[in-house]
C-alpha cells in the first residue's frame, strides 16, 4: 500500500536559508523561493531483519539508533526558484520494509515518477532545486538503507546492518553491525563492529577518499585499489604490482572490496 502525506506549508521569511543547487537544471540567480520550509513526519513499526529505505534526489538523509521499535522519519523541503510543496514524500510498506522516497512533478512527456523499492522505481528531476532533507530512527536489527543523488548520508552508531549510496556527496557510517556504501564524488568513512561476515563488503569512489576501520579479528579476502592516492592499511597484506593490496585476514572469509580512482584508502583495525 502507498500512501502519500498531505503535509501544512510554513513559510519562514527570515531564516535566509541557504540555496541548494538542482540535478540537472541551471543555477537559477534570482530565485523565487528564499525562505520557504515544509516539515513532515512518518512513524511506524518495522520488523527486526527487514529494512527501512529512505530514497532522495538532492538533500541528506541522517540515521541514527531508536529508542525501541518505532521507526520515526521526519523531513524538511526547501527550495529556492521552486514550490518545495510541488514535491510529495511518499510512504511505501512492502515484504520487506518500508520504503521512503522524495517524489518530483512529473515532466511531459517523460515515465510518470514512481516510488518503488530499491533499484527499481523512477525519478527524473529537471530544473526543480528542492531539497529534501530526511532524519530516521533506526531500531535494533533493521537494515537501514540510504539513496540520493546529491546529498551527504550521515549513519551514526547503528546497531543495524548500513547500506548507503549517492552520486555527489560523502557517506560517514558506525554501526556494531556491517555497512557498505558508494559514492561518485565525495568521501567514505565508515566503522563496522561485526568481525564474522555472511556478505562481502564494498565502499567505492572515484573523487574522494576511503577510509574503513574493521575489527582486528575479522576473517575476510581484502582487496584494495585505487589509482592517484595512496594505500594505508593497519593490517599486513600484501601489496600487488600495481600498488594495490590483496590478500587475507584471519582465515579468509567473505571479499572487502575497498576502491578509489583519485583519492587515498585507509584500513584501520578497530576493537
Not at 547500506?163 to 558506525?174: C, L
Request: hydrophobic share 40%.
Amino acid at each position: 500500500m502507498r500512501t502519500t502525506i498531505a503535509l501544512p506549508a510554513t513559510a519562514l521569511t527570515a531564516l535566509g536559508l541557504a540555496a541548494c543547487g538542482d540535478v540537472t537544471g541551471p543555477d537559477f540567480a534570482e530565485p523565487r523561493y528564499t525562505s520557504v520550509v515544509i516539515e513532515g513526519q512518518w512513524h511506524g513499526d518495522v520488523l527486526p531483519g527487514d529494512h527501512v529505505e529512505i530514497k532522495g534526489i538532492v538533500g541528506t538523509i541522517e540515521a541514527a539508533t531508536a529508542p525501541n521499535q518505532e521507526v520515526v522519519v521526519t523531513w524538511t523541503k526547501r527550495g529556492r526558484q521552486y514550490d518545495p510543496a510541488g514535491v510529495t514524500v511518499e510512504v511505501l510498506r512492502h515484504a520487506d520494509g518500508i520504503t521512503i522516497c522524495a517524489v518530483y512533478p512529473d515532466l511531459p512527456g517523460r515515465p510518470m515518477n514512481e516510488c518503488l523499492p530499491g533499484e527499481r522505481g523512477n525519478m527524473v528531476v529537471q530544473g526543480n532545486d528542492v531539497a529534501v532533507d530526511f532524519t530516521v530512527t533506526v531500531p535494533v536489527g533493521v537494515d537501514f538503507i540510504g539513496r540520493t543523488v546529491s546529498g551527504n548520508i550521515y549513519a551514526d552508531n547503528l546497531q543495524s546492518d548500513a547500506f548507503s549510496s549517492t552520486v555527489s556527496g560523502n557517506v560517514n557510517i558506525t554501526t556494531s553491525e556491517l555497512a557498505e556504501a558508494s559514492t561518485v564524488s565525495g568521501s567514505i568513512e565508515a566503522s563496522i563492529g561485526r568481525s564474522d561476515w555472511n556478505r562481502g563488503l564494498a565502499f567505492t569512489t572515484v573523487s574522494g577518499s576511503v577510509a574503513v576501520a574493521i575489527p582486528e579479528n575479522t576473517n575476510a579476502e581484502v582487496w584494495a585499489t585505487t589509482v592517484t592516492g595512496n594505500i594505508f592499511s593497519d593490517f599486513s597484506l600484501p601489496v600487488l604490482q600495481d600498488g594495490s593490496i590483496r590478500g587475507s585476514l584471519g582465515g579468509g572469509g567473505a571479499l572487502l572490496r575497498l576502491s578509489a580512482v583519485a583519492g587515498s584508502i585507509i584500513l584501520r583495525s578497530g576493537s
